[in-house]
T-cell receptor
Framework: EAGVAQSPRYKIIEKRQSVAFWCNPISGHATLYWYQQILGQGPKLLIQFQNNGVVDDSQLPKDRFSAERLKGVDSTLKIQPAKLEDSAVYLC???????????FGPGTRLLVL | SQQGEEDPQALSIQEGENATMNCSYKTSINNLQWYRQNSGRGLVHLILIRSNEREKHSGRLRVTLDTSKKSSSLLITASRAADTASYFCATVLNDMRFGAGTRLTVKP
C-alpha cells in the first residue's frame, strides 16, 4: 500500500513570497489533515477535510493560508505571503475516516528567510 | 490550540528500563492515539484506545485511559536504543489534535 505522498520535501523562500505544498493521501481515505509543526513542538492542526468538505479550519490563519481538496483526493496548502514565523514542517495525514488511526506523510520542511 | 499535554517533556533512561509517558487532555474524546516521531521524520501511529476502553497492549506497549481524569499513559517495557524518539498523544473527537510530546532518550 502506497503511503501519503508530499512534495516538495524542502523549500526555502524569502518572506513575503508565496509557496504551495501538495499532498496525495492514501487511496480511499476520506479524511485529510494538514498540520504545522514548529521545531520542538507538537503538530498543530491547520485544517481537516472530509472528502472535499472542510471539517475544521479554526486554526488556519486565513489571511495568509489557504487549502483546497478538489475532487476529494489530493490537496494543496498555500501560504501567501509567507512570514518568518511560518518556518516549520508541514505535515499531511490521511485516514479512512475521522475516528481511526492517521497515516502521515514525510512532511515538507519550509524555511522562510 | 493543543489538546493534550504530555508529561514529562523529556525522559532519559537506560536500555532495558521501562519508560512511562503521560498525557492529559481537556475535553471529551472519541479515542486517544499515541504516535512516535523519529528526528526529522513523519509521525508513525503506535496504538489507538477508544473512550470505552481502559487498557490496551501492543507488543512492548501498554496504554491506559482514564476518562474520568482525562488522562492516558503510555508504557514502553524493556526499552531499546531504537525507541529513542518523540512520543505524542492525539485526542480525537471531531478532529485530531496533538500535545507537545515527550522526548525519550534510551541510552545503550
Amino acid at each position: 500500500e502506497a503511503g501519503v505522498a508530499q512534495s516538495p520535501r524542502y523549500k526555502i523562500i524569502e518572506k513575503r513570497q508565496s509557496v504551495a505544498f501538495w499532498c496525495n493521501p492514501i487511496s480511499g481515505h476520506a479524511t485529510l489533515y494538514w498540520y504545522q509543526q514548529i521545531l520542538g513542538q507538537g503538530p498543530k492542526l491547520l485544517i481537516q477535510f472530509q472528502n472535499n468538505g472542510v471539517v475544521d479550519d479554526s486554526q488556519l490563519p486565513k489571511d495568509r493560508f489557504s487549502a483546497e481538496r478538489l475532487k476529494g483526493v489530493d490537496s494543496t496548502l498555500k501560504i501567501q505571503p509567507a512570514k518568518l514565523e511560518d518556518s516549520a514542517v508541514y505535515l499531511c495525514a490521511s485516514s479512512f475516516h475521522g475516528a481511526v488511526m492517521g497515516y502521515f506523510g514525510p512532511g515538507t520542511r519550509l524555511l522562510v528567510l | 490550540s493543543q489538546q493534550g499535554e504530555e508529561d514529562p517533556q523529556a525522559l532519559s533512561i537506560q536500555e532495558g528500563e521501562n519508560a512511562t509517558m503521560n498525557c492529559s487532555y481537556k475535553t471529551s474524546i472519541n479515542n486517544l492515539q499515541w504516535y512516535r516521531q523519529n528526528s526529522g521524520r513523519g509521525l508513525v501511529h503506535l496504538i489507538l484506545i477508544r473512550s470505552n476502553e481502559r487498557e490496551k497492549h501492543s507488543g512492548r506497549l501498554r496504554v491506559t485511559l482514564d476518562t474520568s481524569k482525562k488522562s492516558s499513559s503510555l508504557l514502553i517495557t524493556a526499552s531499546r536504543a531504537a525507541d529513542t524518539a518523540s512520543y505524542f498523544c492525539a485526542t480525537v473527537l471531531n478532529d485530531m489534535r496533538f500535545g507537545a510530546g515527550t522526548r525519550l532518550t534510551v541510552k545503550p
